[in-house]
């Protein structure tokens, strides 16, 4: 059973940055972000390999969110910055088996209990 705890989220404004981080309790050599609004479903956001060179951005978020991790601490950030409303929702952290990252691939099968962003116009 591997643990994933969210943090970092809250409420901004339009165009402000948030840092969500995810301390999980052992490694994956492929780790994720997803995200899910009320009444909608859920979506990857962006994943990274093991070795944090192979990096994925769904194309609602690339040029403003960055992932990262450090794997020597059980780390995983997510920089979000220029946040838009339709960023609003509840994020999470998840955790996949094999080499293949890409989420829609991938199988995701170990989550955290979710972080909420929430962002006002």
């Known amino acids: 059973q591997v643990q994933l705890v969210e943090s970092g989220g809250g409420s901004v404004q339009t165009g402000e940055s948030l840092r969500l981080s995810c301390a999980f309790t052992s490694s994956r050599y492929c780790m994720a972000w997803f995200r899910q609004a009320p009444g909608k479903e859920r979506e990857w956001v962006a994943a990274i390999s093991g070795v944090g060179g192979d990096k994925y951005y769904a194309v609602s978020v690339k040029g403003r969110f960055t992932i990262s991790r450090y794997v020597d601490k059980d780390k995983m950030d997510l920089q979000m910055n220029g946040l838009l409303p339709d960023d609003t929702a509840m994020y999470y952290c998840?955790?996949?088996?094999?080499?293949?990252?890409?989420?829609?691939?991938?199988?995701?099968?170990?989550w955290g209990q979710g972080t909420q962003v929430t962002v006002s116009s």
């Open positions: 998840a955790a996949a088996r094999g080499t293949n990252c890409y989420p829609t691939e991938a199988q995701y099968d170990s």
